[in-house]
């Protein structure tokens, strides 16, 4: 049973969030144009990042 995953910040997610989502995880970083340089994390598009910078 998935939680309803935030569509916004990746860093927000909390573990739990992250196994029961990894389907949309992967399409939201498959191409990863932003990394977050608060939490070292990746995505295709900066809304999903804190404090996105492009890459
Ligand atoms: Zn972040």
């Known amino acids: 049973m998935a939680t ?3 569509s916004t910040s990746l ?3 909390k573990k739990l969030e992250i196994e029961d989502n ?7 970083i ?3 144009q932003f990394v977050c340089k608060k939490c070292c ?3 295709n598009s900066k809304k999903n990042l804190c404090k996105a910078l492009a890459i």
């Open 11 to 13: 860093c927000k997610w």
């Open 30 to 32: 498959n191409q990863p």
């Open 22 to 28: 990894l389907k949309l995880l992967q399409k939201l």
């Open 4 to 6: 309803k995953a935030k």
């Open 41 to 43: 994390r990746a995505a």
